[in-house]
């Protein structure tokens, strides 16, 4: 089965890393086209309709920066498909966002989120360390 896991940065404010979670959803969406991400509708008794992945999306919690990074890494080596976001896109345009970000050392970055996808048992494992959010 797969499966959606957000790892948040606990020491950014809730409206930052509500912002943060979207974009990194978007851009996990956008980025991986070949992965099935289990979009489906719901019809309601009207006819309205509502869409949503009907694969399970839990969002978790780490202590710091360090914690996403190292979890980042290992979905790179493992070739994971995932989405960050990081201190260099919070200010100003995306064109400057870009410019931040190409002009700082990954180590020097502030890791706001990490969204990954991916199967069940595998994200089980690499995110066990990690608290539901709160």
Same mark, same amino acid.
């Given at each position: 089965?797969?499966?959606?896991? +957000?790892?948040?940065?606990?020491?950014?404010?809730?409206?930052?890393?509500?912002?943060?979670? +979207?974009?990194?959803?978007?851009?996990?969406?956008?980025?991986?086209?070949?992965?099935?991400?289990?979009?489906? *509708?719901?019809?309601?008794?009207?006819?309205?309709?509502?869409? +949503? /992945?009907?694969?399970?999306?839990?969002? !978790?919690?780490?202590?710091? *920066?360090?914690?996403?990074? +190292? #979890?980042?890494?290992?979905?790179?080596?493992?070739?994971?498909?995932?989405?960050?976001?990081? /201190?260099?896109?919070?200010?100003?345009?995306?064109?400057?966002?870009?410019?931040?970000?190409?002009?700082?050392?990954? !180590?020097?970055?502030?890791?706001?989120?990490?969204?990954?996808?991916?199967?069940? *048992?595998? !994200?089980?494992? !690499?995110?066990?360390?990690?608290? #539901?959010? /709160?």
């Amino acid at each position: 089965m797969t499966k959606f896991v +957000a790892v948040l940065n606990k020491k950014i404010e809730t409206g930052k890393i509500m912002n943060a979670l +979207a974009h990194m959803t978007v851009g996990l969406v956008n980025s991986h086209p070949e992965v099935d991400m289990g979009v489906i *509708s719901y019809a309601d008794k009207d006819g309205g309709m509502h869409m +949503a /992945s009907k694969w399970p999306y839990i969002i !978790l919690r780490a202590d710091n *920066s360090n914690k996403i990074r +190292a #979890l980042r890494n290992v979905c790179v080596e493992k070739g994971i498909p995932f989405a960050s976001f990081t /201190s260099a896109m919070t200010v100003g345009g995306w064109e400057e966002q870009v410019e931040r970000s190409k002009d700082t050392p990954e !180590l020097e970055l502030e890791y706001y989120g990490i969204c990954i996808v991916g199967e069940k *048992s595998t !994200l089980d494992e !690499l995110t066990k360390k990690f608290s #539901l959010w /709160s």
